[in-house]
């Protein structure tokens, strides 16, 4: 059965997204290796931990490009938790990342969501 669960991210410039991922939100590099003619496989995963987030490129060959091509600059399909949102929303505006919402008390904890530079929307959450 599986053993971590790691996430895909659509977007339209791999090398873009690898520099906000990496250079912005901290990850790091797991792996860049060519993946098809005009795509590569670009997996980043958080400082901690075994989960892995995917930047893909949606290529014509791939089954699914359309509907994957479709959902760059959409709500990106994971939340990142994070010890503290409030100390984390500090540190991500001063390396310059857009918040499309800022942090607010929820029912379910604290919660802010962020743009990548596709337009990816992704939720942060802490207790």
Known sequence: MAQQVDGVVYVSDQDRAKAFYTQKLGFAERMDAPMGPDSRWVELAPGSGETSLVLMKPSEAMPGYD???????????????????????????????????????????????????DGNVIGLHSD
Do not use: C, H
């Open 67 to 117: 509907l994957a091509r479709s959902m760059i600059g959409t709500w990106a399909t994971f939340i990142f938790a994070v010890a503290d949102i409030n100390a984390t929303y500090k540190e991500l505006t001063a390396r310059g990342v857009e918040f499309q919402d800022a942090p607010s008390q929820q029912p379910w904890g604290w919660w802010a969501t962020i743009k990548d530079p």
